[in-house]
């Protein structure tokens, strides 16, 4: 796991220590690591059929660090959540290595072609979500995909594509679509 590993290589913590005294180190000095956590709580909880207290866990995530996430948003794992401000809401799926800066956006659409629908999007593989940007609606953003600051995405974005703008548009990243044979 992305939060077990680099402590480690960067000798911020001893290779001896308990996996207790590991977990301390991480909720106390690593700002992005709580957020996850207690995600990773809510969704327990929620899976096992407490829903109020999985919600309350998502209050507690939103008053506390700033970072609103829904009873049915999923991940595979990795996720990495750089500062607070952040809504996932909506059935919505997160894959592996994702990352999200501040003040993103996931989740539910409503327009004039999809009134109000509940699904939220599928994120692919080791996608980079920019600071201020919204994926909105049921989209699907393939393995690999840049999304920069302030993008606005209601569209698929395919993998190995950077997407930018108002309403986002997408492009090949350099040397990726090539690499990949697409």
């Keep these: 796991d992305l939060y077990l590993t680099w402590p480690l290589i960067f000798d911020l913590v001893k ?3 308990s996996r207790w005294a590991h977990f301390c180190y991480l909720f106390f000095t690593v ?3 709580p957020p996850v956590f207690l995600y990773r709580v809510q969704t327990f909880l929620y899976e096992s059929g407490f829903h109020r207290s999985a919600t309350a866990v998502s209050r507690i995530n939103h008053f506390v660090f700033g970072v609103t996430i829904g009873n049915h948003v999923r991940t595979t794992g990795g996720l990495l959540i750089a500062h607070g401000h952040v809504v996932l809401d909506g059935f919505t799926f997160l894959g592996d290595r994702v990352h999200i800066n501040p003040f993103v956006t996931l989740g539910l659409g409503n327009s004039e072609q999809h009134p109000f629908e ?5 994120i692919g593989n080791d996608v980079n979500i920019g600071t201020g ?3 909105l609606g049921k989209v699907h953003v393939g393995d690999g995909v840049k999304i920069g600051a302030n993008a606005v995405v209601v569209s698929d974005i395919p993998a190995h594509h950077t997407a930018v703008g108002v309403p986002a548009r997408s492009f090949p990243t350099a040397g990726k679509a090539a690499d990949q044979g697409g």
């Excluded at 509940?118 to 599928?122: A, F, S």
Aim: proline share 7%; no cysteine; glycine share 8%.
């Design 31 to 33: 700002h992005s690591f």
């Design 118 to 122: 509940l699904w939220g999007p599928v």
């Design 133 to 135: 940007a919204k994926i």
């Design 15 to 17: 290779k001896d220590r």
